[in-house]
């Protein structure tokens, strides 16, 4: 079993639709977990992070987190083609400065006109 | 927000050579950085952490003498692939965190650095 399972996707969603992501983790210690979003050939960039159970919201963006069931999802409110790009889920099962991620292989959203 | 700035973006060399990629933390500092190499359709894979002044530690199965690692400030991390061969060839992306950053609990990736080895 992987650490950090997420769906490769493509995920395609028409615009204005509700985008959702998932991931699960093994690791019942894991402490924080954080969505990136990746745009082919960049580096990843910080959507949403999230601490405790329950759900976060930030703008079109919201990151619900269940650590009973070891799952974290992102959803995406009235997509946008710029939405388009790979998701990647990333749990740090260590507290402390020192962290250390571990990454999911990302799920690919198209977000179609 | 904080700056990372990773350099070359782009590098294309001979197998054998080695090739040194840089990484800066413009507007504060990195007590602590990493590094990540990517596969295509790969998620990323850390390679080492590395602390300011101290020597890095690398994670399981990457070379430590084939990846060299230096954090001599708390600005500037270097990553050196020696003797680089064909299955090098990769997506290195460095990030930082560190005291000053504005942010809790956020790491702050550089630009990236796409490697191609003949």
């Known amino acids: 079993q992987k650490e950090v399972e997420q769906n490769s996707g493509p995920l395609s969603v028409p615009e204005g639709a509700i985008a959702s992501l998932n991931c699960t983790y093994s690791d019942r210690g894991s402490q924080s977990f954080f969505w990136y979003r990746q745009y082919s050939g960049k580096s990843p960039e910080l959507i949403m992070s999230?601490?405790s159970n329950g759900d976060k919201e930030d703008g079109r963006f919201t990151a619900q987190l269940n650590k009973a069931s070891q799952y974290v999802s992102l959803l995406i409110r009235d997509s946008q083609p710029s939405d388009s790009a790979t998701y990647l889920c990333a749990v740090n099962r260590e507290a402390g400065n020192n962290r250390k991620l571990i990454w999911g292989l990302g799920t690919s959203l198209a977000v179609n006109p | 927000g904080a700056v990372v700035s990773q350099h070359p973006s782009r590098v294309i060399c001979k197998s054998g050579t080695s090739v040194k990629i840089e990484c800066r933390s413009l507007d504060f500092q990195a007590t602590t950085m990493f590094w990540y190499r990517q596969f295509p359709k790969q998620s990323l894979m850390l390679m080492a952490t590395?602390?300011?002044?101290?020597?890095?530690?690398?994670e399981q199965g990457v070379e430590k003498d084939k990846f060299l690692i230096n954090h001599a400030s708390l600005t500037l991390s270097t990553l050196t692939v020696t003797s680089a061969h064909p299955e090098d060839s990769s997506f290195y992306i460095c990030?930082?965190?560190?005291f000053g950053a504005g942010e809790d609990e956020k790491l702050f990736f550089g630009s990236g650095t796409q490697l191609s080895v003949l």
């Open positions: 999230i601490y």
């Open positions: 990030s930082a965190e560190g």
């Open positions: 590395s602390n300011e002044g101290s020597k890095a530690t690398y």
